[in-house]
């Protein structure tokens, strides 16, 4: 029966099923990564000396274990203890596991010193639990990281292989605690913190919001195409489109062998919700053609001449909001925007180019026209426009006023990011951070690396002792708990020589006796600090502040002391996970003030083309730079931060946003040039578009409140300020635009004649639908 139709519903029919099938061959290969080096580019200074560090020493991102219970010095517990870590090490994803059974441990012997574990495994017969308290608490390495100060709990550090992806980082971390519990050590483990446990759990909320999300949006967006139209036609159609949309988009991640993470898996909910917009405006015009009695091709022609070009500018402007995040430097920001620009010019060809040829062939019967509904927006659509039409100088005065009264408050936003205020603090990983950091040392890192010109260079005693002072300087800061450096070795071994006198607990002034010292060393740990050559080496510092704004400021004081001591023929740099997050706030800034302004001037553009009116571009930008503006206001009142999430809300809401005006605009200018007068022209228009503006930013708005749901604090806020910015762009729609448009056009004739319509009906008569 199919044989005598058109080519392009084969070809239609075609595209919806491939594009349906295979992305999701490709998602297979789907590389989920949220490390904390996907958010700076490659050649950032940080990530540079960052790589250049890990060349020769282990990684500062790791997974810490804290354990505490009774007897955790017994012979038992230790044996346990010691054989988790020996499991854990011989896993090929760890480089390397440090606990008290492993940690060298440097002490006085009658002609020397002797290095050996802090607790031997292999000679707990010689000693007794009490002991073995005694020496771990008063180990200078392991207090405060291996122990807690008072000797009741224990940690172990396990610290990976550098790992690309974020899903064998959670796999990990799964295989760490079944090592725990095979070794029934899981009833005394009550705390995991860490940069990798970090990232475990920001890619857990991302599965978690994923697994939810996506199905949500799309059930929200089908129900209220069915709530609206009541076309089961429609709801079909609708759900392949989305299907086929969001696969399709987010095949790209794959295409193009980009990393997934918490910035990309906002995609699939933000399209799902643009291409359910996108189709309300179709259906919208499908039902109003069908009002008219037309059926088949002619329905959907009609339709087409309504939506076809506002729609290509619409689409072209979200385009241009989304695109503008690719003017960002931070990577994922880039490539979301990118890609999910990409993902509207696909929606624009389905929906315009494909859906269109599905209808001309099924769509015969009328279209429902129920009291519910649609109905209900035309009635709510009207009062509020009546209100802008009626009294536009109060509306225009008004909403000036507020914004007048509030835009101080845009000063106070703050850009900063903090991954533990990331989540809430009823969330684990906040709990057991805090727990952790109150036993034992702060779990953010820094590395301060210092670089010898020369071979054996850092030997010498007077750069050790600066490096000593910088430790003494650093540790008495508030943000800094603990550091640890090769000068701890050196005075641990002078004072070990020296019969663990405490007076010689320092760097001994004579050279010779230094490399004589690191010559007979025969322990591990130390060369964790320095290379073998003696010309690299870093400090390590345990920092309790986990805000961007934080370790900048202390990167400043660092730079500070720094910059003012001698070291001669030494250089000196940052490095460590703390620096890779603090240096993502500048880049944070520079994108969010690139991509907000390269949306303004791309939509602008684009409405300039369109409209071939200087002074019609700049009115459209009005309502849509408002509820930019409040967005702003809102993170300013409410202590908002800018972060990796809202720094994106700008561009991809005026993006969104300018896509209702463009449809209201584009109907009464066309009106108008027709010869039909300015009020007229907006009361039509507004019967038209006005519902299909207002049931658009209901199911946009509604689809990024499901956010809200979100156990990641940056996600919900996404979802909140970008449901806000779209309900404020539809008010400003139906209220400050239609307000502007009659104070431009005033003086035109024609609005005399329809002065009633700005005053309150006296009768049920029709005073065309204002």
Known sequence: MFLGLPWKFYFSVLFLFLFTVLPNGL???????????????????????????????????AVLLLFEGVALYSDGFVTAFNQLASTLAANPLIDDVMNITTQDHIHGTEDGFLVEPLVNVKALEKTRPSARKARVVSDRFAKNTLVAADGSALSMLVIPKP?????????????????????????????????????????????RDNMLFIPATTVIGLFLIWWLFHRWLAVIVAGVVIGVVVSSTVAFYVIFNQPFNLISSIIPPLLSALTVAALVHL??????????????????????????????????????????????????????????????????????HLVPNIFSRFDYEPWPNRKTGLSGLDKLVSKLFRVGVRYPLY????????????????????????????????????KSTQHIEEKLVGTASLDVVFKAAERGGLKKPAILKEMRAFQHWAESLPEVDKSISMAD??????????????????????????????????????????????????????????????????????????????????????????????????????????????????????????????????????????????????????????????????????????????????????????GVSPVVALVKTYRQAGRAVMTTTIILSAQFIVLTFSEFVPTTHFGLLTSIGLIAALLFDLLLLPAILIIIYSRHPAVVKQEPLFTKRSNGGDDGGV
């Not at 095979?182 to 857990?204: E, F, H, K, N, S």
């Not at 490399?515 to 320095?530: H, K, N, R």
Request: with cysteine; glycine share 8%; hydrophobic share 50%.
């Open 27 to 61: 998602l297979l290969n789907l590389n989920i990564n949220n490390a904390p080096k996907v958010y700076l580019p490659e050649d950032a200074p940080s990530v540079v000396i960052d790589g250049e560090v890990r060349r020769y020493f282990p990684s500062d991102q």
């Open 163 to 207: 790992i690309g992806s974020s899903l064998e980082r959670l796999a990990l971390e799964d295989e760490i605690l079944a090592d725990v519990k095979a070794a029934r050590l899981d009833g005394y483990l009550t705390g995991m913190a860490g940069q990798i446990t970090t990232d475990v759990a920001q890619m857990r909320s991302m599965l």
């Open 283 to 352: 259906f919208n015009a499908l039902h109003y053609a069908s009002k008219r009695g037309l059926t088949g091709p002619d329905r959907v022609n009609s339709a087409l001449r309504e939506v076809r070009r506002p729609a290509f500018y619409t689409a072209m402007t979200t385009v241009a909001g989304l695109s503008s995040l690719g003017l960002s430097p931070i990577p994922p920001i880039k490539v979301f925007g990118l890609i999910s620009a990409t993902g509207v010019v696909l929606i624009y060809f389905v929906v315009i």
């Open 395 to 430: 509306v225009v005065g008004s909403i000036g006023l507020l914004f007048v009264i509030f835009v101080p408050q845009v000063g106070n936003i703050v850009v900063e990011t903090n991954l533990q205020e990331f989540f809430y603090p009823s969330h684990p990983l906040r």
């Open 489 to 674: 070795f050196v005075e641990e071994m002078h004072w070990g020589f020296n019969a663990e006198n405490p007076a010689f607990r320092r760097i001994p002034d004579n050279p010779a006796l230094i490399s004589q010292y690191l010559l007979v060393y025969d322990g591990d740990d130390l060369f964790d600090f320095v290379d073998e050559e003696y010309r690299i080496t870093h400090i390590s510092l345990n920092v309790n502040v986990h805000g961007a704004n934080a370790l900048s400021e202390l990167m400043g004081q660092v730079r500070q002391y720094l910059g003012n001591r001698s070291l001669d023929g030494v250089e000196w740099e940052i490095a460590g996970f703390g620096r890779l997050f603090a240096d993502q706030e500048d880049l944070l800034v520079e994108g969010q003030v690139k991509s907000l302004f390269g949306a303004l001037v791309l939509i602008f553009l684009l409405m300039f083309i369109q409209w071939r009116s200087l002074g019609g571009a700049l009115l459209c930008m009005i309502p849509n730079l408002s509820p930019i503006l409040l967005i702003f206001i809102v993170m300013g009142l409410f202590g908002l931060w800018l972060d990796m999430a809202t720094a994106m809300i700008a561009s991809v809401a005026v993006g969104i946003a300018v896509d209702d005006t463009i449809h209201v605009y584009h109907g009464f200018i066309s009106r108008v040039k027709q």
